[in-house]
C-alpha cells in the first residue's frame, strides 16, 4: 500500500531563514506522481508541483525547490530566504500510474511558521 | 472566474438540519472530488466523479449525499449529521481521473452543533 510520510509537525523559522520540508513515500509501482501542495489560513489547499518518478531532476522555482531521490523515497521541498507569507500547512502527496492506487494520498502536513 | 470555488464557505448547522455545499470548477476539468480534512487527520477521500458518473464512495455514512448534475458542478447534500462531523470540506477537480493534478477549492468549514 502506498503511504506519505511527513515526519515534521511543526517548524518555525525565523524570516529570511532557509526551511527544509521532508517527504518520505512507499510505493510498489514504479510509475507514480509526487505532489506538494501549500494550505494557508485561508483553507485551499495550492498546487505547488508535480513530478513523475522517471525525472529526477531537482526543480528550482523562484525560491522554491524539490530534491527528488528515489534512492531514499524521499521528495523535500526547501524554501530559501523565508517570508512571512509562506506560513501555511504544507502537504506532500503520492498517487500511482493507472492499474495501480491512483487516489491521492496524502501526508499528514507540515505547519510552517515564519517568524517575522 | 478562474479555479474552483465552493459556497458556503462557513455553515454552521444543527444535527438536524438539511443543508448543501456546492462546488464549482472552471478549469474545464472532467474529474471531481470531495475531501474531508478533519484535525490531526489526514486528508480523506468521500467521493469522486468522472463524467458525472459517481467512480468512488469510500465508505461514507449515507447522511453525505453527493450530486454530480454536470462536469461543472458538484454538489454535497448533508442530513441528521453527528458533531464528528464537523470538518474542513473539499473540493477538488481535476483534467481526468485520479492521476492528473488536483486543483482544490477553498473548502467550507462546517460546524454540527
Known amino acids: 500500500a502506498q503511504k506519505v510520510t511527513q515526519a515534521q509537525t511543526e517548524i518555525s523559522v525565523v524570516e529570511k531563514e532557509d526551511v527544509t520540508l521532508d517527504c518520505v513515500y512507499e510505493?510498489?509501482?514504479?510509475?507514480?506522481?509526487l505532489f506538494w501542495y501549500k494550505q494557508p489560513p485561508s483553507g485551499e489547499l495550492v498546487f505547488l508541483i508535480r513530478?513523475?518518478?522517471?525525472?529526477?531532476q531537482n526543480e528550482i522555482s523562484g525560491r522554491y525547490s524539490w530534491n527528488f531521490q528515489k534512492s531514499t523515497s524521499s521528495f523535500n521541498f526547501t524554501i530559501t530566504a523565508s517570508q512571512v507569507v509562506d506560513s501555511a500547512v504544507y502537504f506532500c502527496?503520492?498517487?500511482?500510474?493507472?492499474?495501480?492506487?491512483?487516489?491521492?494520498?496524502f501526508g499528514t502536513g507540515t505547519r510552517l511558521t515564519i517568524i517575522p | 472566474e478562474t479555479g474552483v470555488t465552493q459556497t458556503p464557505r462557513h455553515l454552521v448547522m444543527g444535527m438536524t438540519n438539511k443543508k448543501s455545499l456546492k462546488c464549482e470548477q472552471h478549469?474545464?476539468?472532467?474529474?471531481m472530488y470531495w475531501y474531508k480534512q478533519s484535525a490531526k487527520k489526514p486528508l480523506e477521500l468521500m467521493f469522486v466523479?468522472?463524467?458525472?458518473?459517481?467512480?468512488e464512495n469510500n465508505s461514507v455514512p449515507s447522511r453525505f449525499s453527493p450530486e454530480c448534475p454536470n462536469s461543472s458542478h458538484l454538489f454535497l447534500h448533508l442530513h441528521t449529521l453527528q458533531p464528528e462531523d464537523s470538518a474542513l470540506y473539499l473540493c477538488?477537480?481535476?483534467?481526468?481521473?485520479?492521476?492528473?493534478?488536483?486543483?482544490f477549492g477553498p473548502g467550507t468549514r462546517l460546524t454540527v452543533l
Open positions: 477538488a477537480s481535476s483534467q481526468r481521473l485520479f492521476s492528473d493534478t488536483q486543483y
Open positions: 510505493t510498489r509501482d514504479t510509475t507514480y506522481y
Open positions: 513530478r513523475n518518478s522517471f525525472d529526477e
Open positions: 502527496a503520492l498517487s500511482e500510474a493507472p492499474g495501480g492506487n491512483e487516489k491521492l494520498t
Open positions: 478549469l474545464g476539468h472532467n474529474a
Open positions: 466523479y468522472s463524467l458525472e458518473e459517481r467512480v
